[in-house]
């Protein structure tokens, strides 16, 4: 079955301090990856994506993520944490790539930044 | 518009009523998604338009379950006899290819 992982629930980082957030996916092909944060009452909005080409991609507020086709990982990161970035985050595929179709999501982080 | 738009943001409902929850994309967007989050939870795929076809209705949990974009535009999705298990949050998002950008959901509470 196709899934994505992200295996904490919530991740407690203190401002200033570097920030991870984890995702590993499990689909057929090549998939494109995305990266979406929600707020609380707001709708998901896209960070970032991988489709193809570097590793390391880079998107919205500073975030990037780095694509790792043998672990199948696709994690979130970020140098310095603000505590605006305070928010839920999800992972999501699109499996067998194509710019159609629906996204899977993982169940989501819940990330805590700390002044 | 801006964005996606979703109406109404909050919906109460009784067992057993009928609902009907609205979806205005971006302008000129031809893929439209529906998902359902339940509390906790990631979203899940329900249905999939290109323009006015649904090309993928594989996620519908039930035939009480329905959804149309009759001039490829706006679409309503409607939940017949609703039931308790019914209540979440159900997020519409527009797609020119790539990216979807999602509208701020319904609530939905079936009491």
């Known amino acids: 079955a196709q899934s994505v992982a992200q295996p904490e629930d919530q991740v407690n980082v203190a401002e200033g301090n570097p920030l991870t957030v984890k995702c590993t996916y499990s689909?057929?092909?090549?998939?494109?990856l995305f990266w979406y944060v929600q707020y609380p009452n707001r709708g998901l909005q896209f960070l970032l994506k991988?489709?193809?080409?570097?590793?390391l991609v880079k998107g919205s507020y500073g975030f990037e993520a780095e694509f790792n086709k043998s672990q199948t990982s696709f994690h979130l990161k970020k140098p310095s944490a603000l505590v605006s970035d305070s928010a839920l985050y999800f992972c999501a595929v699109r499996p067998y790539g194509g710019s159609q179709g629906n996204l899977i999501f993982g169940k989501g982080t819940k990330l805590s930044v700390k002044p | 518009g801006a964005g996606v738009s979703q109406s109404p943001r909050y919906k109460v409902a009784k067992r057993g009523q009928d609902v009907a929850l609205r979806c205005d994309p971006i302008s000129g967007h031809v893929s439209l998604f529906w998902y359902q989050q339940a509390l906790g939870q990631g979203p899940e795929f329900l249905t999939y338009?290109?323009?006015?076809?649904?090309?993928?209705k594989s996620g519908l949990p039930s035939d009480r379950f329905f959804a149309e974009r009759p001039e490829g535009s706006v679409s309503t999705l409607k939940i017949q006899r609703t039931q308790q298990e019914d209540s979440a949050v159900y997020l519409c998002a527009s797609s020119l290819g790539g990216e979807q950008y999602f509208g701020p959901g319904t609530r939905l509470t079936v009491t």
């Open positions: 689909v057929s092909g090549n998939p494109y």
């Open positions: 991988y489709i193809t080409g570097d590793n």
């Open positions: 338009f290109q323009n006015e076809a649904q090309l993928d």
